[in-house]
Structures are given as C-alpha cells and as structure tokens.
C-alpha cells in the first residue's frame, strides 16, 4: 500500500474518571517486584530510581484508593515485597489487554 | 475486582521509524475533508485552525513522502479537498485498528 514502511504503535493505561491510575511504567515495576520481591530491587530492573518507583505506587495508590504493593517488615533479609490482589489483578488485566492490542496491531 | 470504576484507555498512532507520522488529529481532520470536501471546513469542525490543520497535513505527507489529501484548483466553488487513496488507506487502517481496540477494551 504505502511505500514507506509504516507501523502501528500505541499507548495503553487505565483510568478513573479522568485520572490517570495504572500505565506502562507502573506495570513493568509490578512485574519486577513480583520477581525480586523488593520495590529497590525492582527500581534498579527498570531503570527507575527508588524514589520514583515509589511515587509511581503510591499515586497509583492515591487514586485506587487500595495498596497495589504490600511489604513485609523485618526477617532475615530485610522487608519482602509483593503485590496486593489488586496489583495482581491490573496486572492481569493490563496484560491481557495489551497482548490483544499487540494482536490487532500485527494483523493490521 | 477494585472498588473505584476503572476504564481503559488508548492512544494509537502510526509510524515510521521512530517518527510519529498518522494519528487521532490527522484522522478526524482527513473524515472532515471527505465529508466536507474543503480543508477550511474541516479544519472548522475538528477545531482546529486552518494553519494547524494545514500543517498537520504537511508534517504527515513529509514523513510519508506522499500526499495524503489534494486540492483541485478553481471551479465553481472554488478548490475542492479529498483524500488521496494514501490518505483514504491510512484512514481505513486507522479506523479498523481503532475499532479492534476499542472493542478489546470493551471486553476487558
């Protein structure tokens, strides 16, 4: 059809109302917090830093009104974190879309 | 699942190479020059300027490097505006993309 190489591409988030909760970054952090099970941990996997990381949680947080990371304090290496229910289940769900999303864009 | 009424929302575009090259803005405007026939009236109904209108246009058929709408010179009524088919074939495309994906979040 066209003679230069043209490719779809998009950006994917969730929101609440008009504000902006859960995106790409959010979700890759998810990911590697799910794998390493610290927030620092999973920063650094990013590219993010810390403080970042953390502020990306907790405004996602502010407008879910719920945790999406919980963290575990003490033991021996220090506080273990995980995602909540509702981390996991926008992860899921954010996933799901995006794959059929990538989908769509493929078969274009 | 979360208590708040969470939605998905998307950006498509396309491009090519790193370079944003057709998206939701060029799209309204080239359904307006069909319906309208005149890049004027189209530019009126999306909003737009006819300087920012005009220049949408241009920065897409620069990077495509080809035209995407034409103008017919004199006439009654003066020019007349309509897509090229590069215009009208990245205007399908977009638009079947766009419903795939609406459609997926509709599921979701």
Chains 1, 2 share one sequence.
């Not at 043209?6 to 902006?20: C, E, H, M, S, V």
């Not at 794998?35 to 403080?51: D, F, N, P």
């Not at 990371?69 to 506080?79: D, M, R």
Request: proline share 1%; charged share 30%; with cysteine.
């Amino acid at each position: 059809m066209m003679r230069k190489k043209i490719k779809p591409a998009f950006k994917l988030w969730f929101q609440i109302g008009d504000n902006y909760v859960f995106g790409e970054g959010v979700y890759e952090l998810l990911g590697q917090i799910q794998e390493k099970e610290s927030i620092s941990a999973a920063a650094k996997a990013t590219g993010m830093s810390y403080r970042y990381a953390w502020a990306l949680i907790k405004e996602a947080e502010k407008h879910l009104g719920e945790s999406i990371v919980k963290t575990q304090k003490g033991g021996k290496h220090g506080g273990k974190s995980e995602m909540t229910s509702t981390g996991l289940s926008l992860v899921n769900n954010y996933k799901r879309l995006k794959e059929a999303m990538i989908k769509a864009c493929e078969i274009e």
